[in-house]
């Protein structure tokens, strides 16, 4: 009874100060404050610790990554600057027999040279590089397609091989005026083609037709029509009909491989006989490329004020199957293969060399067996960030027409 009555009298004084003093006062005259005090700067500071854990540990990440994506990127520059050293071997005649023992000749460009080997990913320390050099004289040039003088039209077949090649995926060759109306120096509509009056006013924003050269061949997006499946290869025309175009293949290169076995060789020196010695020569089958994308047979760079120049001719050596039945309207499928058969067996010197298959000396006139300009795409990854940068570059002139760092 007397425990009962000392709780019951405490009970009832506290009550009292409660009342009288009010809450602060009350813990502040108590013992118990110094304990809440120090619960309150405990909370603080484990709060203050965690945000700065939290802001450290994601400055330390950030700046890993930003460290490994500066050095991915000085790796992939000096890729591009070894893609432009493997060019100048080429024009020298130098190491693509040493590398895959086939014989090439600096006065022409094929599939059988430096430039043109499928090099792996090489790695480079912590990180690792992919190199690929890619033709673009084997490529319709579109800025091309639209003269300044209406008497040369006849002379300039790159709108005739463009309404060719839209018409063999399938697509209508209106595409051909809508890319001319893009390019020509005039607002002057082509029958089926847009020009700013009639069409690009009317968008949402609004934008004007070049009426000049295209600066990327990624611009086909903005003009009319031009959606991405369209420009990505992934849908209209025959990909999309009931009769799909059949027995395609990845590419009409030949073997342009270079494994790691012969890599080593050449670094360590010759040894037993690799696995890639023993390997036969695989006949590859001829047939259309698996891509529509239009990037693979498209190209805006060359020379704009001369559509008769080198740097726009397209190169009989490299290009695609797509592309040379595109030449003309007689182009059947057993003159594309006899005409990259006859190159696989060997590369031709002169474009009359294949005068008995295309018989236009107006269109021969546009091609060529040598290439000047290239695509130069070096991706080099460390510590799994990856940079990839593409650029073109004109061999003969020394001269980047584009540079993209991604």
């Not at 077949?157 to 890319?179: C, E, H, R, S, V």
């Not at 020509?184 to 089926?192: F, L, Q, T, V």
């Amino acid at each position: 009874m007397a425990v009962i009555s000392r709780l019951i009298r405490t009970y009832e004084r506290r009550k009292r100060l409660l009342n009288e003093q009010g809450l602060l006062c009350y813990i502040a005259g108590s013992h118990g404050y110094v304990l809440i005090i120090v619960l309150i700067i405990i909370t603080l500071l484990v709060s203050i610790a965690g945000e700065f854990i939290v802001v450290a540990q994601t400055d330390i990440g950030y700046n890993r990554k930003l460290n490994s994506r500066l050095r991915a990127s000085y790796l992939a520059k000096s890729g591009v600057q070894v893609g432009k050293f493997l060019l100048y071997l080429d024009t020298r005649g130098m190491g693509a027999e040493q590398l895959t023992g086939k014989s090439t000749d600096k006065d022409i460009d094929s599939y059988n040279d430096l430039w043109a080997i499928d090099f792996p990913e090489m790695p480079f320390g912590e990180g690792s590089l992919k190199l690929a050099i890619i033709d673009e004289n084997s490529k319709i040039n579109l800025s091309v397609v639209a003269t300044a003088y209406s008497d040369e039209m006849e002379r300039n077949k790159y709108y005739y091989f463009t309404q060719n090649f839209f018409m063999n995926l399938g697509l209508t060759p209106d595409y051909a005026d809508i890319i001319r109306d893009w390019v020509d120096i005039d607002d002057s509509r082509m029958p089926y083609g847009a020009e700013h009056a009639d069409y690009y006013q009317n968008l949402k924003p609004p934008y004007p037709a070049k009426n000049n050269a295209m600066d990327s061949i990624d611009e086909l997006l903005l003009l009319k029509d031009f959606t991405p499946n369209i420009y990505y290869g992934k849908g209209g025309g025959s990909y999309n009909s009931e009769q799909k175009e059949q027995n395609l293949v990845d590419d009409n290169k030949g073997d342009t491989s270079l494994g790691m076995d012969k890599l080593r060789e050449i670094i360590e020196g010759p040894g037993l006989e690799t696995a890639a010695e023993k390997k036969e020569e695989v006949l590859r089958k001829i047939g259309k490329e698996k891509s529509r994308a239009l990037a693979d047979y498209f190209t805006v760079y060359g020379e704009r004020a001369d559509y008769s120049s080198d740097f726009n001719k397209i190169n009989i050596n490299t290009a695609s199957y797509r592309v040379l039945s595109a030449l003309t309207d007689s182009m059947t499928p057993d003159i594309v293969t006899e005409i990259i058969n006859r190159r696989l067996v060997r590369p031709y010197k002169s474009v009359d060399e294949i005068s008995d298959l295309i018989t236009d000396n107006t269109i021969r006139e546009r091609l060529s067996t040598k290439s000047n300009i290239f695509r130069i795409v070096a991706a080099a990854t460390v510590n799994d960030v990856q940079v990839k940068i593409t650029a073109v570059y004109n061999r003969t002139m020394r001269t980047l027409y584009y540079w993209c760092e991604e």
